[in-house]
């Protein structure tokens, strides 16, 4: 159940019957400055004749704005119940967050194998960023020049061939810019994989365009090592700030993952060499 869900459906167990809509927060959604503060939930009522129309902006943890229309004259008690009802979603919805995050920390760092990694990582992201439907890691690789699928949730096997340059399309213009991406239209999500190639113009148009989408790099202190993406195709979907948020503290473990990985590799194929160099020591001594 997304955080909208959530809200609606307490919203829906008021006695004073409420007409409960979503609308997508107006505009492109802004990607966060880590500096800034966090942006606060705001709450507005105005009448529309004998109703009143109550408003909770929720854009940074959803992206979108809820409005409820409650008839007659009387709205001062639900209107406080309102902000009860949403001020607990969103509490329950960071806390959920942050346990997920938690079990990210033990599944995903806690591995040295390269492809535990993979595979743990995009089970473990869409438990952090529960309203997706599918998720992909990509990892460039530096001898075909390509970012590559390493692991996915939500497609099929032909989406391992889905592999795109840098710059190109959405995780190849993320790879190269090093700076997250978050659309929520079908027509903001479209328009931006209209440079791809030929090979790949006619693969997506055998897939269905999802509805929201973030993507985030992976990056060391001085690496891009490829890129993160959950997406949701079901309509009407938004991701908020606080989710872009979530998905790029989950790529920086990632990077720390790898960086462990990388760093034991190295190790054993040292400690291989000097034991082979002992060997050899040895059996010219002999």
């Known amino acids: 159940m997304t955080i909208m869900d959530e809200i609606e459906s307490s919203l829906l167990l008021l006695s004073s019957r409420p007409l409960v809509s979503w609308r997508r927060a107006s505009g492109r959604p802004t990607i966060?400055?880590?500096d800034a503060s966090e942006p606060t939930i705001t709450f507005s009522h105005?009448?529309?004749?004998?109703?009143?129309?109550?408003?909770?902006?929720?854009?940074?943890?959803?992206?979108?704005?809820?409005?409820v229309r409650i008839p007659g004259a009387h709205y001062e008690t639900v209107f406080a119940r309102l902000q009860k009802i949403v001020l607990s979603a969103v509490i329950r919805f960071q806390n959920r967050a942050?346990?997920?995050?938690?079990?990210i920390n033990r599944n995903v760092l806690d591995s040295l194998d390269p492809n535990e990694i993979?595979?743990?990582?995009?089970?473990?992201?869409?438990?952090?960023?529960?309203?997706?439907?599918?998720?992909?890691?990509?990892?460039?690789?530096?001898a075909s020049g390509l970012l590559i699928p390493v692991?996915?949730?939500?497609?099929?096997?032909?989406?391992?061939?889905?592999?795109?340059?840098?710059?190109?399309?959405?995780?190849?213009?993320v790879f190269s810019t090093g700076t997250p991406v978050l659309l929520n239209s079908p027509e903001d999500i479209r328009d931006a994989?209209?440079?791809?190639?030929a090979p790949n113009v006619r693969f997506l148009s055998e897939q269905g365009i999802s509805h929201s989408l973030i993507c985030v790099p992976i990056k060391t202190d001085t690496t891009t090592l490829g890129t993160l993406t959950v997406m949701s195709f079901r309509p009407g979907s938004a991701y908020g700030e606080f989710s872009v948020s979530?998905?790029?503290?989950?790529?920086?473990?990632?990077?720390?993952?790898?960086?462990?990985?990388?760093?034991?590799?190295?190790?054993?194929?040292?400690?291989?060499?000097?034991?082979?160099?002992?060997?050899?020591?040895?059996?010219?001594n002999a």
């Open 151 to 173: 692991s996915q949730v939500g497609f099929d096997d032909d989406y391992y061939n889905y592999r795109v340059t840098p710059q190109e399309s959405i995780a190849g213009s």
């Open 46 to 67: 105005r009448r529309d004749e004998d109703d009143a129309i109550l408003t909770a902006d929720i854009s940074y943890f959803a992206g979108a704005v809820c409005e």
């Open 98 to 103: 942050v346990q997920a995050m938690n079990a």
């Open 32 to 34: 966060p400055d880590t």
């Open 193 to 197: 994989h209209a440079n791809l190639r």
């Open 118 to 142: 993979n595979v743990n990582a995009i089970e473990q992201t869409l438990s952090v960023i529960a309203e997706s439907d599918a998720g992909v890691l990509r990892l460039y690789d530096e």
């Open 246 to 284: 979530l998905l790029a503290a989950v790529a920086t473990q990632l990077a720390i993952a790898y960086k462990k990985s990388q760093a034991y590799e190295l190790a054993v194929r040292s400690n291989e060499s000097i034991n082979r160099m002992r060997l050899e020591i040895e059996r010219r």
